[in-house]
Nanobody, 138 residues
Framework: QVTLVQSGGGSVQAGGSLRLSCATLGFPPGLKHCMAWFRQAPGKEREAIATFYTGSGNSDYADSVRGRFTMSRDDAKSTVYLQMDNLKPEDTAMYYC??????????????????????????????WGQGTQVTVSS
């Protein structure tokens, strides 16, 4: 059974930074797997914004966060992070970490689990973290 436990988040002014953490429990040691961060703003659908494949260490990002958000992993702590810099009010949302049930399809050329296309992160059923609120004020 895979369990994801989130921490971090909170409130910050525009231009500030926050870091979200997601501890992953239940994976066999050394298993290569995919992770993702989703967010859901009030009145909007949940969207995938970043992915990470532990086999390559590579990530894919949504256009809305590329260049500002960075996803990474600490293998020793079995924890993935989402570093969020230059935050904007439109980043206000509930943020969820996730890992796909049944694995993921990684693009061979780039080592990325893509956010778009037939194997996109949003198309897979997921194990979910409990969610954490991020609020950015102007």
């Amino acid at each position: 059974q895979v369990t994801l436990v989130q921490s971090g988040g909170g409130s910050v002014q525009a231009g500030g930074s926050l870091r979200l953490s997601c501890a992953t429990l239940g994976f066999p040691p050394g298993l290569k797997h995919c992770m993702a961060w989703f967010r859901q703003a009030p009145g909007k659908e949940r969207e995938a914004i970043a992915t990470f494949y532990t086999g390559s260490g590579n990530s894919d990002y949504a256009d809305s966060v590329r260049g500002r958000f960075t996803m990474s992993r600490d293998d020793a702590k079995s924890t993935v992070y989402l570093q969020m810099d230059n935050l904007k009010p439109e980043d206000t949302a509930m943020y969820y970490c996730a890992t796909p049930k049944g694995g993921c399809s990684v693009e061979t050329a780039t080592g990325m689990w893509r956010l778009s296309g037939p194997n996109a992160a949003g198309r897979r059923p997921q194990y979910w973290g409990q969610g954490t609120q991020v609020t950015v004020s102007s």
